[in-house]
């Protein structure tokens, strides 16, 4: 964690010496997400050694009933921590969807090993689906019919294109994909860990210094975003007999800071962005410590 913080003090820097911010971000973010991270899933499942295709539907089964118990206990703690009704649908945002695509994966990867980028891969692909759903309807608050209407083409965008192409890799046992193949995609998908930690401290460099302060609404969430969900979740999916390994991967995905898409989906419908950039400068920040710890004790 440490490794990867560097990299978002060196993105942060870049961003403030303004080698990077703006339209260069937007642009490497776009790459980030439609090019490089669906080379890096693919690449998980052509190391020679395939994953597990055991896991495949337990992944997929954990990550359904943690996305059904985290927006359950958002929407309770979101009405306890504020009563700003506006603030309501981004602080559960906040709680329950994590920065999967962008941290996710470097953490996996540096956690669990690069085949371990596989598994997150399936679990995001029931995250994928909540943000634009569920988590569209908490930005918004469920105003306005065209905003409650689920867009189909997230379903077939690259990075889940490449997540569908990678568990079928894995399910059928392909393992003879040619080097000509495999080697181009690890390489391109060897960008997205440093791309990703670059425009994280990019985009920090661009706040407030108020921001940067946070609120106590802001710390209680971060502290129910980190820590408290992700421990009730584990406990929770262990009781219920999950498998330990599967169980672990699925607690360091949610136990990651807010995602980025809370801010883009504010944005998008036109509302406030300060709060959600609050809690994402916070909670990223606080992760370097939070997720180190969560290994420690699992």
């Avoid at 060897?190 to 921001?211: D, E, F, K, W, Y």
Wanted: charged share 10%; proline share 5%; with cysteine.
């Amino acid at each position: 964690m440490i490794t990867l913080f560097v990299i978002v003090v060196v993105g942060y820097a870049a961003g403030k010496l303004r080698y990077m911010g703006g339209d260069f971000d937007r642009k490497l973010s776009s790459l980030v997400i439609n090019w490089t991270c669906p080379a890096l899933i693919l690449s998980s499942s052509m190391t020679g050694d395939l994953p597990d295709r055991q896991y495949i539907l337990p992944l997929l089964g954990i990550s359904v009933l943690t996305y059904v118990v985290l927006t359950a206990l958002a929407w309770g703690f979101s009405r306890l921590l504020t009563k700003r009704i506006e603030h309501r649908g981004i602080l559960s945002f906040a709680m329950v969807f994590g920065n999967v695509g962008f941290m996710g994966y470097p953490v996996v990867a540096s956690i669990f090993g690069h085949q371990a980028v596989f598994y997150a891969a399936v679990l995001n692909v029931v995250n994928t689906f909540a943000v634009f759903t569920i988590g569209t309807m908490m930005i918004t608050g469920g105003e306005g019919s065209d905003r409650k209407r689920f867009n189909k083409k997230v379903l077939y965008s690259t990075p889940m294109l490449s997540a569908y192409l990678s568990m079928l890799i894995v399910a059928l046992g392909i393992d003879n994909i040619p080097g000509y193949v495999s080697q181009p995609l690890t390489m391109i998908g060897n960008i997205t860990v440093p791309a990703a930690l670059l425009i994280i401290g990019s985009s920090m460099s661009q706040l407030p210094l108020r921001a940067l302060l946070g609120t106590p609404v802001v710390y209680a969430t971060t502290l129910l975003r980190l820590a408290v969900l992700p421990l009730g979740v584990h406990f929770l999916c262990r009781g219920l007999g999950f498998d330990p390994f599967v169980t672990n991967i699925n607690t360091v995905v949610i136990a990651m800071p807010v995602a980025t898409y809370g801010t883009i989906l504010c944005l998008k419908y036109g509302r406030d962005t300060t709060l959600i950039a609050e809690l994402t400068f916070i909670t990223t920040l606080l992760s370097m410590l939070t997720i180190p710890l969560l290994v420690i004790l699992f």
